[in-house]
């Protein structure tokens, strides 16, 4: 009996770190992250970012990628709701974790935080491939730059980059733009053609190119100009969030401290913009900012409150949803022109732009189709830098019932009248016929 009740202790325990590290309607933002290291003496010389993250109410476990005791979950239930891998190096994760358990935690709806550079093993390579986007195959490659370096006492062979080709989103970046470029040291990637939930955040510049700063070139290198991605982002179609970079460096002390003089410009900048870029990118990728919800999703017909079970075609009706953003400390209504509502079976019979109140309320009326079956209200809402939203509520069509139609209907007014001249008409010959010699 002991046994059972000691199973059953741990299983709620299980359950219960879950539910404090899960996703919170209340707080997106109020969650658990696993910070995987390959040294830990990462843990001080990149602790202004670190702190950035406690500093908004983030509780960091910081753990050596090789720990023998790591565990992303136990008995289905996960205990950390994202996971930032400072570990280029590491050729094999310890504990239960692998390539295959950290995608299956992407694929959970939980994010990740990745950062390579030259040492990147085939590890933290096959991962990021895994999430479409492809580093440079060369293993020496970096990128190099000799428009756009950084300049130096000792400029050297012009890999430390000035970077300063932003995504243009708001959402992404904030509302506050970034004077100051990016130091960035590391190696380049590409999105794969394939993906297409991946973006560029921070691009090279068209003078760029990624190959062996030590050797000559022998060949023409694969990855050139602006189709280098210094630094790209991920949103699956479950809203889980990936940060992909090629340097571990552009995170660190130094590099947020740093001051920085872009080749070709006079001016001397007292702090690199490295540390605003991360940080305003990082409320992103942990959902505290471009985060919608739906709520109260509701259709009835016109003139009346409550859900009717089905409809009848020609049948006025009203249909309503309410959505809101997370401003990173509560939920504020998400105002916006382009939210549509389909009413569906097939193929969209009805495509209506929603009104809105501007207090997070969006609202249509439309007249259901002159088709019977089984329909689907769908709002499908993807924009970027924004979680997708994607509701849908089936309901049935039903036609007239044989009492429901018009006793006379005007179109039928010629039939009628041929009916009465027919009967009309044998009456007549009926009566010429019988008393007519």
């Given at each position: 009996m002991s046994r059972y009740f000691g199973a059953l202790l741990l299983i709620c325990s299980a359950?219960?770190?879950?539910?404090?590290?899960?996703?919170?309607?209340?707080?997106?933002?109020?969650?658990?992250?696993?910070?995987?290291?390959?040294?830990?003496?990462?843990?001080?010389?990149?602790?202004?970012?670190?702190?950035?993250?406690?500093?908004?109410?983030?509780?960091?476990?910081?753990?050596?990628?090789?720990?023998?005791?790591?565990?992303?979950?136990?008995?289905?239930?996960?205990?950390?709701?994202?996971?930032?891998?400072?570990?280029?190096?590491?050729d094999r994760f310890g504990g239960s974790i692998n390539a295959a358990s950290l995608l299956e935690f992407v694929d959970?709806?939980?994010?990740?935080?990745?950062?390579?550079?030259?040492?990147?093993?085939?590890?933290?390579?096959?991962?990021?491939?895994?999430?479409?986007?492809?580093?440079?195959?060369?293993?020496?490659?970096?990128?190099?730059?000799?428009?756009?370096?950084?300049?130096?006492?000792?400029?050297?062979?012009?890999?430390?980059?000035?970077?300063?080709?932003?995504?243009?989103?708001?959402?992404?970046?904030?509302?506050?733009?970034?004077?100051?470029?990016?130091?960035?040291?590391?190696?380049?990637?590409s999105i794969s053609a394939t993906n297409n939930f991946g973006l560029k955040v921070l691009s090279a510049s068209p003078a760029a190119y990624s190959a062996n700063p030590n050797s000559k070139l022998s060949n023409p290198p694969t990855l050139?100009?602006?189709?280098?991605?210094?630094?790209?982002?991920?949103?699956?179609?479950?809203?889980?969030?990936?940060?992909?970079?090629?340097?571990?460096?552009?995170?660190?002390?130094?590099?947020?401290?740093?001051?920085?003089?872009?080749?070709?410009?006079?001016?001397?900048?007292?702090?690199?913009?490295?540390?605003?870029?991360?940080?305003?990118?990082?409320?992103?990728?942990?959902?505290?900012?471009?985060?919608?919800?739906?709520?109260?999703?509701?259709?009835?017909?016109?003139?009346?409150?409550?859900?009717?079970?089905?409809?009848?075609?020609?049948?006025d009706l009203h249909y309503s949803v309410e959505v809101y953003e997370w401003s990173g400390s509560s939920w504020k209504p998400y105002v916006a022109d382009d939210l549509q509502v389909q009413f569906y079976m097939m193929s969209p019979y009805v495509l209506k732009t929603m009104s809105t109140d501007k207090k997070g309320l969006y609202y249509a009326s439309f007249k259901v189709p002159d088709a019977y079956g089984v329909f689907q209200f769908k709002v499908e809402y993807q924009r970027l830098g924004y979680t997708r939203l994607s509701l849908s509520k089936q309901i049935p069509v039903r036609p007239f019932r044989h009492n429901e139609y018009e006793r006379f209907i005007t179109a039928a007014f010629p039939y009628y009248g041929a009916s009465f001249s027919m009967m009309a008409g044998f009456f007549v010959f009926s009566m010429v016929y019988l008393y007519t010699k």
């Amino acid at each position: 009996m002991s046994r059972y009740f000691g199973a059953l202790l741990l299983i709620c325990s299980a359950l219960f770190v879950n539910f404090c590290a899960s996703f919170s309607e209340v707080s997106p933002a109020d969650r658990r992250v696993l910070v995987l290291l390959d040294d830990l003496a990462i843990k001080s010389s990149h602790s202004i970012f670190f702190k950035s993250l406690e500093s908004r109410g983030f509780d960091l476990d910081f753990k050596l990628a090789d720990d023998p005791k790591l565990a992303l979950q136990r008995y289905g239930q996960y205990f950390y709701d994202a996971v930032v891998l400072f570990a280029p190096t590491t050729d094999r994760f310890g504990g239960s974790i692998n390539a295959a358990s950290l995608l299956e935690f992407v694929d959970s709806g939980r994010d990740l935080i990745l950062a390579a550079d030259s040492s990147a093993s085939e590890l933290i390579r096959d991962i990021a491939v895994e999430c479409g986007v492809d580093f440079d195959e060369d293993p020496a490659a970096m990128v190099i730059d000799h428009t756009s370096y950084a300049v130096s006492e000792m400029e050297g062979d012009h890999t430390l980059v000035a970077a300063d080709d932003f995504i243009q989103s708001e959402v992404i970046l904030g509302n506050k733009r970034i004077e100051a470029p990016v130091l960035y040291k590391g190696i380049g990637h590409s999105i794969s053609a394939t993906n297409n939930f991946g973006l560029k955040v921070l691009s090279a510049s068209p003078a760029a190119y990624s190959a062996n700063p030590n050797s000559k070139l022998s060949n023409p290198p694969t990855l050139t100009g602006s189709s280098i991605s210094l630094v790209s982002i991920v949103q699956a179609r479950n809203n889980a969030r990936i940060l992909i970079s090629g340097s571990l460096s552009m995170f660190s002390n130094r590099f947020f401290r740093s001051e920085v003089q872009k080749a070709g410009s006079a001016i001397k900048l007292e702090k690199s913009g490295n540390e605003q870029f991360l940080t305003e990118l990082s409320k992103w990728v942990f959902h505290e900012r471009g985060h919608l919800k739906a709520v109260n999703v509701r259709h009835n017909k016109v003139g009346e409150v409550d859900e009717p079970s089905m409809y009848r075609i020609k049948d006025d009706l009203h249909y309503s949803v309410e959505v809101y953003e997370w401003s990173g400390s509560s939920w504020k209504p998400y105002v916006a022109d382009d939210l549509q509502v389909q009413f569906y079976m097939m193929s969209p019979y009805v495509l209506k732009t929603m009104s809105t109140d501007k207090k997070g309320l969006y609202y249509a009326s439309f007249k259901v189709p002159d088709a019977y079956g089984v329909f689907q209200f769908k709002v499908e809402y993807q924009r970027l830098g924004y979680t997708r939203l994607s509701l849908s509520k089936q309901i049935p069509v039903r036609p007239f019932r044989h009492n429901e139609y018009e006793r006379f209907i005007t179109a039928a007014f010629p039939y009628y009248g041929a009916s009465f001249s027919m009967m009309a008409g044998f009456f007549v010959f009926s009566m010429v016929y019988l008393y007519t010699k």
